[in-house]
């Protein structure tokens, strides 16, 4: 198989590095074109590695409740950006802004979540 | 007495919901790779017959929950010759056999490159799928939420795909400075910049996500260490 890079990327190098040093993956499923916001309730919140995940109930016009799984940094970037396991708790309402799934499908990549009390962190650095 | 069997019933099922839905990390270090799982999966031996006819050593990974199935099946190449792109355009092309392939596109975990797929299935099912060629293994995962409904559990389906990892010495976590690798760039080249070339050619102009924003990128060839470039005529497996 051959191996390519990119010699343009040479002079970002550092800044490629910092934003791919914690990813274990490729974010390939999710639409990074595409910003979409839901609003809802915390269902669970997990500050875990490879990637924190937070999951939100979402209603729709009907009232039916859906869920949202939303992926975020690992732990440890977490945790410099201001996250800890008391940042979100089960019930608290939250806005959240997220690239969507290609598909379709009930999830997406957290931007960022604005809080109750109205902080909005990012899944790397507070207010991202 | 209704209302005493379904308060018995609840107290027996609050627990039992309480642990399956608690996704951990399963690690296996032969041949070398790291999954979540709601519960602790079944796991199960048995043998793959590739389209050539040779019988592969094939192990399977299961957790069945709700109306969710989550599997990671693992063959055994490492008795043939077989080349990583066409044993994942193989397995990729067997799931348009049973539904709708919705999304494909290229993906990377850690240092190995493979696909993800969507795919819908003619009973209605969603399935997020991952298919990997690491160290002459092939990874297959699905993450299949079933009908009716599917769409309401799709999120974990994309949770159990995207929580696969590779450890070891290849494919592994070192090299990007990942968990318990040789820290922040050391060695290797950007996992992003190597996705936006993949299936190009040298001097194609790609287009680079790049924290302060979108750069216009070529791509050139660079010689990799303990990369195979060209490989001997084999036969399929």
Partial sequence: MKHFSIISCLPWSLLCWATTAGAHHSFAMFDRSKTQTIAGNVKEFELINPHGWLRVMVADASGVQSEWSLELGGASQLGRGGWSQDTVHAGDKVMVKLHPLRDGSYGGQLISVTLPNGTVLGRRLPGA | MKVMVAMLLSAWLVPVVAVAQEWKT????????????????????????????????????????????????????????????????????????????????????????????????????????????????????????????????????????????????????????????????????????????????????????????????????????????????????
């Fill in chain 2, 26 to 237: 399963y690690s296996y270090p032969d041949p070398g790779f790291a999954i979540q799982f709601p519960a602790p999966p079944s796991v199960e031996q048995n043998t793959f017959r590739t389209a050539a006819g040779v019988a592969l050593p094939m192990t399977r990974y299961a957790v069945r929950q709700d109306r969710s199935i989550y599997t990671l099946t693992v063959v055994d190449y490492s008795t043939t010759n077989a080349n990583d792109n066409s044993t994942i355009a193989a397995a990729e092309k067997s799931f348009g056999v049973s539904g709708k392939v919705t999304v494909a596109i290229d993906a990377r975990v850690n240092r190995s490159f493979g696909r993800e797929l969507s795919v819908t299935g003619t009973n209605g099912s969603r399935s997020a799928v991952a298919i990997f060629f690491v160290n002459k293994h092939l990874y297959t995962l699905v993450g299949e939420a079933l009908p009716p409904n599917a769409i309401e559990r799709s999120g974990d389906s994309i949770r159990f795909q995207e929580s696969l990892q590779f450890i070891g010495a290849n494919g592994g976590f070192g090299g990007f400075g990942g968990f318990g690798g040789g820290g922040r760039g050391r060695r290797g080249f950007n996992p992003q910049a190597q996705l936006a070339c993949l299936g190009k050619s040298a001097g194609d102009a790609v287009p680079l996500d790049t924290p302060a924003g979108p750069v216009a990128a070529t791509c050139t060839l660079i010689a990799r260490p303990n990369t195979q470039l060209a490989a001997p005529p084999a036969p399929p497996p």
